[in-house]
């Protein structure tokens, strides 16, 4: 295994500077490997990483693991939490490991030179026992690994916008093959679609609300 030292220092050059996040996914990630007992990093795709924001602690995450989103090996599902399910795909085994609850504090007593709190994170999530530091849990997937995973090499044309779709990520609605797009799971609205008047109007009530909290 790679000595802690080391993985901080790749982190940091990737993130051009190292920070508690990264600390906390560096961490996680050799835990991970301990729970699954899975040597790290992989050279393969047994391990597959869903991280539950994005950030430092994913790059701290892929510098233990090597798992990344172009070798489909690491997944988002932003939850806004520092977290990750590591799950070996050969045995279906999954762990989810989170920072406890009162490690910010804890940090102190491991790095008492600290001058402010951000230091004593980046010192304390260092040194402080892993059993401190963070959470294991085991968990299931809700969904199952091969629906998870895909299937590589499968493509499908969108029977409404004509674009291709992989690794079977299409639905069937009335016996057409839709993309996300068309079967009513978008994440953008075309500029042309009259649709969008009525974002923009929510969009900016949204603020004129937003403003006048912050005015009360």
């Known amino acids: 295994m790679t000595p802690l ?14 920070c508690p996040r990264q600390v906390l996914g560096v961490r996680m990630g050799l835990l991970a490997g301990e729970a699954l007992q899975l040597d790290l990093p992989r050279a393969d795709k047994r391990l597959l990483a869903i991280i539950e924001t994005d950030g430092c602690a994913a790059d701290g995450i892929g510098v233990v693991t090597h798992c990344s ?8 599902e932003d939850c806004g939490k520092v977290a990750a399910t590591f799950v070996d795909t050969h045995t279906g085994q999954a762990v989810r490991i ?3 609850s009162d490690v910010r504090q804890l940090a102190y007593a491991y790095a008492p ?3 402010n709190k951000w230091q004593a994170q980046l010192l304390g999530y260092q040194s402080m026992p892993a059993t401190d530091l963070l959470d294991v849990q085991t968990v299931h997937l809700v969904n199952p690994l091969a629906q998870i995973l895909g299937r590589p090499g499968m ?5 409404t916008c004509g674009e291709e779709i992989m690794n079977g990520r299409e639905t ?3 016996g057409k093959a839709l993309c996300k797009t068309c079967s009513g799971q978008a994440y953008y609205l075309l500029a042309a679609d009259p649709a969008l008047l009525g974002y923009h109007l929510s969009s900016r009530q949204l603020h004129e609300n937003e403003s006048l909290h912050q005015r009360m």
Do not use: F, N, W, Y
């Open 5 to 18: 030292r080391e993985l901080l220092e790749a982190s940091a050059a990737m993130h051009h500077h190292l």
């Open 69 to 76: 989103v172009g070798h489909r090996t690491m997944r988002v």
């Open 98 to 100: 989170v920072p406890r």
């Open 113 to 115: 030179t600290a001058g």
């Open 155 to 159: 493509k499908a044309i969108c029977d």
């Open 172 to 174: 069937i609605q009335d």
